[in-house]
């Protein structure tokens, strides 16, 4: 059975710093890509981040690209995310996402899922 657990979300200020972390289990031997994916109230669910499983490749979105760092530890199947100088218009509920298809990891191409994670930046 495969589970994706994040942690890691809170209320912050705008400026400050955070970390994500997912912890997967189960997962099949096909799944390539790990990710990051948040949604904000009233908005689609949006791409974020993406590292390869067995590999330090790494894609961000450019909303996110030089302010957030993705990086995973591969042997155990965990996916990390450092936010930085955060904005209130990252408040959003992030999601840990897996896939088989390596690029463009989008919505409709993830696996599986995570529960998400709700970080709240005030200004």
């Known amino acids: 059975q495969v589970q994706l657990v994040e942690s890691g979300g809170g209320l912050v200020q705008a400026g400050d710093s955070l970390r994500l972390s997912c912890e997967a289990s189960?997962?099949?031997?096909?799944?390539?890509?790990m990710a990051w994916f948040r949604q904000a109230p009233g908005k689609e669910r949006e791409f974020i981040a993406a590292i390869l499983r067995s590999h330090e490749y790494t894609m961000y979105a450019d909303s996110v690209k030089g302010r957030f760092t993705i990086s995973g530890e591969h042997a155990k199947d965990t996916v990390s995310l450092e936010m930085h100088r955060l904005q209130p218009e990252d408040t959003a509920n992030y999601y840990c996402a897996v896939s088989s298809t390596i690029w463009p990891v989008t919505p409709g191409r993830v696996s599986y899922w995570g529960q998400g994670t709700q970080v709240t930046v005030s200004s």
């Open positions: 189960g997962l099949p031997i096909t799944i390539s890509v």
